[in-house]
C-alpha cells in the first residue's frame, strides 16, 4: 500500500470538492498503510492522478519505522510509530491512502516549530491550499473546521505531538484566504517569544455592511475585509502583487478604501515588501498604534527566525 503525506499530502487536498469525492475516512484499526518499495511506487499509477516524482517535488510517504524507508531522492520516507487515530486516512485509489487533513496537521506539529504548525492549522482551516503554479495556491473551501481538529486530537492523546498541536491550534486564526494573510496575521499576534508581535488577535475575513447614515459615502453595500479589529474601527488588508497591481483591481480597492474610512473605518495596507525587517517593526507600530495597544517588538533575531518559519 502506497500512503501520501506531508507536503505531498497537503497538495493534494488543494483541489476543490476532494473531500466530498472520498467520503469517509478509512477504518484506521488493523489497516496495512505503510509503502512497501520504489516499483510499487512506481507501477502504482500516481502521475494519472497528477503526482510527478522528481528530485526537485519528491513524493513524501508513511512507513512505520526506519528500516521501511525507500532510498530513493524521488521519495521522501516519514515514520509514524504506533497506533494511527481514528480519522487518519483515506481511499485516494486502489492501492493508494492519504493523510487526512487532521493527520497532516498532527505530522507537522510532531516534525516542526510550533509557528509552522500554526500555520498548517491555518491551510487546512482555511479557504486556500498550497500548490505550484504562479499564483502558489488553489482556492477552496476548509478542509475541516476548529472543533473538529479538536476532537481528532481529542483522540490522537498520547501520540507524539498532540500537545504541541494542541498550542499550535489556539495561536491559529481562521478562516484565512492566503499564505500571505495566513503569514502576516501569526506575525502580528504570535507572542514576542515567538516572533511575533503579540497583538489583539483580529477577526479574519470579516464582512462590513454600509449603514443607512453611511450610504452616501459608500461605494458597495458589503465589504468583506482580511482582517479587522471591528471594536477599534481597524482593518488591516493584504494585498498580493499578483492580484492588485490590475488596473480595474486597483480601482477597485481605491474605491473600497475611500469608503471605508469615510464610513470611519482606519484602514492599513500590508504586502509581501512589509513582512519582513525594519518594515514590518514599523508596520507593527502602526497596527498598535489604531488598535490603542502597546505593541512590543521582539529581539530583531527571533522576528527574523519566525518570518523563515512562516516563509
Partial sequence: MI????ITALRVWAQEGLLDQLGNPCQASGLDWTTGSFREIRESGLESLGIALTKRDPLHVLVDDSGHR??????????????LPAGSLYSLAPGILISSPAFC???DAMSSSLPHAAATIMECLGMYGLASGARGFLDRAPLLSRSELSSYLD??????????????LRLALDPARSPLETKAALLLTLPTKLG????????????????AEDVPYSQFARYEVDMCWPGRKTIVEVDSYQYHMRAEQLDTDAKRRNSLKSMG???LSVTAGQLSGDALDVLARQVAKDLGARGKAPAPAQRDWLIDELA
Fill in 265 to 267: 473605518w482606519k484602514v
Fill in 196 to 211: 511575533g508581535y503579540g497583538l489583539p488577535r483580529p477577526e479574519l475575513n470579516y464582512v462590513v455592511m454600509t449603514r
Fill in 70 to 83: 525507500l532510498a530513493s531522492e524521488r521519495v521522501k520516507s516519514h515514520i509514524w510509530s504506533g497506533r
Fill in 155 to 168: 483522540g490522537a492523546k498520547g501520540c507524539k505531538g498532540v500537545e504541541k498541536a494542541r498550542r499550535a
Fill in 105 to 107: 496537521c498532527l505530522q
Fill in 3 to 6: 500512503t501520501i503525506t506531508n
